[in-house]
């Protein structure tokens, strides 16, 4: 018997919705694998899992560094390179137990994140390689590496993983939680953005609606292109006006964006709900710092 019949005859049936307990694990889910599209969409979502790690790992190694008084330490590029590899290394595993994979493509594919780098070291500390060299030949050479793990494991049977209600709930939040993690350096530091990066957020109506083709329903291109409009008026007339009342337009405009986002969210008809939720949040998010910065400023 092959390990594809053996997991079918042995993997119990997903319950439908509302089935599992409150507070009880759910039961063991299968990854999506394959290759095509989803082998690429695969290393899309490894990619985006390592960004994360970066993102909300780096700030608590600086953290950490000054509290312990290891900040030089820490800021030496290898050092550097491995603590990068460790934050990249923590994301992605977190997401591939999550979509299933075995444990020891996770350790492969960990080792895709360490190895490039462990093996520049030697050259660097040479003096061969500076610094930037270091990390710049590091990701490049991380890129195939992850590829070949991938492409070995690609036909791999998923592991049972079971998954808690509340993990399968925040997962299935992870637009909110993406902008909220792009947003949290503008709270730290609210600042007014330009008026012309209102013109992005009807921009990425339409080349989403071109790409997906989803512009030629009935009055779908005309809806667009009078948002187009909108936020191109509104630009123009903030750059016009200068000062605090543009800081104002700009901050209510994105705001007014996700408004725009809960309307295009409820229908679906242009862009997936997964961008409608994430663009709302995030526009939210960001027309709030910058309240709190013209707020702040008093002036």
Partial sequence: MNRTRMYADTAPVVPSAGSV??????????AATGGGRGWWWHLGEMALAMLVGMLLL?????????????????????VAALVMATNMTIG????????????????EM??????????????????????????????????????LVAVRHRHETP??????????????????????LMTVDVWVDPRVL??????????????IGVARRTLRGPGVLATQLAGLAAWLTLTLVAVAAGGRTAAWLVALG???????????????????????????????????????AILSTGG
């Fill in 194 to 207: 330009s008026a012309w990066t209102m013109l992005v957020l009807p921009a990425g109506y339409l080349l």
């Fill in 159 to 180: 592991a049972l993983v079971r998954r808690h209600p509340a993990v399968l709930a925040l997962a299935r939040r992870w637009p909110t939680g993406l902008a909220l």
């Fill in 254 to 292: 994105w705001l007014a964006h996700a408004g725009w986002d809960l309307v295009q969210h409820r229908t679906a008809r242009v862009v997936p709900r997964g961008y409608t939720e994430w663009c709302g949040v995030l526009d939210v998010a960001l027309a709030g710092s910058m309240i709190l």
């Fill in 92 to 107: 992605m595993t977190v997401w591939m137990r999550y979509r299933a994979h075995h444990w020891r493509g996770v350790v």
């Fill in 110 to 147: 960990a080792a895709a994140m360490y190895v490039p780098f462990l093996l520049l070291v030697v050259p660097y500390r040479a003096g061969l390689l500076d610094g930037d060299g270091l990390l710049l030949g590091g990701h490049l050479l991380m890129v195939p590496a992850m590829v």
């Fill in 21 to 30: 307990p409150t507070g009880q694990p759910g039961p063991p889910v299968p």
């Fill in 58 to 78: 780096g700030p608590l190694w600086d953290a950490a560094g000054t509290l312990l008084g290891v900040g030089a330490t820490l800021g030496r590029p290898e």
